[in-house]
């Protein structure tokens, strides 16, 4: 399981600077996917070989620079609560301010790992500024330019350094499904209809299921764990619009299943914190089925299901073949049908295909419709495979892999979609040098 980290602080201290710089290391080697950059607030980065998850908590304040204290001290508590170590940053150049001393406050009083940095330090002047940081309470602080890397790799070892080792999980080998959402969407009640008991205390106060919980669950002559991410919130002095909450529970329920059910509620659509939920799942490269929830409460005419699953699938572009499932806890209208169709996708996620049916299937179509040529060379596609991970991703041998571009990796992704059954499961096209 990997650590959380969150990068806390007040606004305009660099903290975007930082986690980008982080994040991008690491993705420009990993993440090669293609599409839209999504706001970045969430990441997986590694160093010295432990893998963690960083969070940027300022990327979640509602509102512009003069956000109201309040807000920051509603995110330093949910990072207390949600991570395993927080960087607290500050700013050279302002010195310490009133809204420093609060979030130090915070921070003095809890058992976790800390790490106070001094952000914008580039030259020996400001060096010697950093000393009254001292008086937060907070110890020994990190002097750090994020704006070109300068201190981050003694910050980043003592970070590692400090991580908890998590236990592994005693896994059994069950698939497991997620649940997952934002408050209120209907989450618990969807797995309370499916047990059939009140296992969970459903009422209409959001954020009343405390932490992720497992339940086996055996249906279709099929047995998976669901993992219920619970309203995802469970202070109550956390207000509505603090998406930041979903998102911290999603991270290590979404991490760590193989299909996400995203719920959202039909009357208030697929809104930014779905979304953002819908990417996390996806950049996860998870299976992923999306539930619209409470539709008994939509007036309806013959197209309505179409008209809102289309707008669904603009907003989920590139990434739209995804399975869509209309249905009403309450009147436990098609559950059943969420879960088959779950199960669907768990085994088009393990799907394996041979290379000789890859090959016998793809390279006519590629001989057809080669890649355009770029600066008069052409690339020639030779060979198909899929590689050994988890979720499917295949290699594409060719003489010039740098020349093949994103648009013509969207039409080899495609055409493997139509030809093998990948609905709900996000595929990875890699080009290779043969």
């Not at 992923?288 to 008994?296: A, E, F, G, M």
Request: hydrophobic share 40%; aromatic share 10%; proline share 4%.
């Amino acid at each position: 399981m990997s650590n959380i980290v969150a990068v806390v602080g007040r606004p305009n201290v660099g903290k975007s600077t930082f986690f980008n710089r982080l994040i991008k290391r690491r993705e420009a080697i990993v993440d090669a996917v293609s599409g839209v950059t999504r706001d970045r607030h969430y990441g997986k980065t590694d160093w010295n070989g432990k893998e963690f998850s960083l969070i940027d908590t300022g990327g979640y304040v509602v509102g512009s620079d003069d956000v109201f204290e309040a807000e920051i001290d509603k995110q330093v508590e949910l990072a207390i609560d949600e991570a395993d170590a927080i960087i607290f940053m500050v700013d050279v150049e302002s010195g310490v301010t009133g809204m420093d001393e609060d979030v130090a406050k915070l921070l003095r009083k809890i058992k976790k790992p800390v790490f106070l940095v001094v952000n914008k330090v580039d030259n020996n002047k400001r060096l010697e500024d950093a000393v009254e940081f001292y008086s937060l309470g907070l110890g020994e602080y990190y002097a750090i330019a994020s704006i070109n890397g300068s201190g981050t790799g003694d910050l980043l070892d003592a970070v590692v350094e400090a991580l908890p080792e998590k236990e592994e999980i005693e896994e059994d080998e069950l698939p497991r499904f997620a649940v997952v959402g934002r408050p209120n969407a209907g989450k618990s009640s969807f797995i309370n209809a499916l047990i059939g008991e009140e296992r969970y205390i459903v009422t209409d106060i959001a954020g009343t299921t405390r932490d992720s919980i497992d339940t086996k669950y055996n249906r279709f002559g099929f047995e998976f764990n669901l993992v219920d991410t619970a309203g995802i919130r469970r202070k109550a002095k956390v207000k509505e619009d603090l998406e930041f909450y979903s998102v911290m529970r999603s991270v290590r329920a979404i991490e760590h299943c193989d299909v996400c059910l995203v719920v959202l509620d039909a009357t208030r659509g697929f809104d930014g914190q779905v979304q953002n939920i819908f990417w996390l799942a996806e950049r996860n490269r998870k299976g992923i089925v999306i539930l619209v929830n409470k539709w008994d409460l939509i007036e309806k005419n013959t197209k309505t299901a179409k008209e809102f699953e289309q707008h669904i699938r603009s907003q989920i572009a590139p990434f739209t073949d995804v399975p869509i499932v209309f249905i009403s806890v309450l009147n436990k209208q098609r559950i059943f049908k969420a879960i088959e169709t779950a199960v669907e996708v768990y085994k088009n996620r393990a799907k394996r295909i041979k290379t000789s049916v890859l090959n016998e299937a793809l390279l006519p179509i590629i001989e057809r419709q080669p890649p355009p040529a770029y600066k008069g060379k052409f690339v020639k596609i030779k060979y198909i495979m899929q590689l050994p991970t988890p979720q499917p991703q295949f290699a594409f041998f060719c003489n010039l892999p740098q020349y093949v571009k994103d648009p013509y990796k969207r039409f080899l992704e495609n055409k493997l979609r139509d030809q093998f059954d990948f609905n709900g499961v996000p595929v990875s096209v890699y080009m290779r040098k043969k």
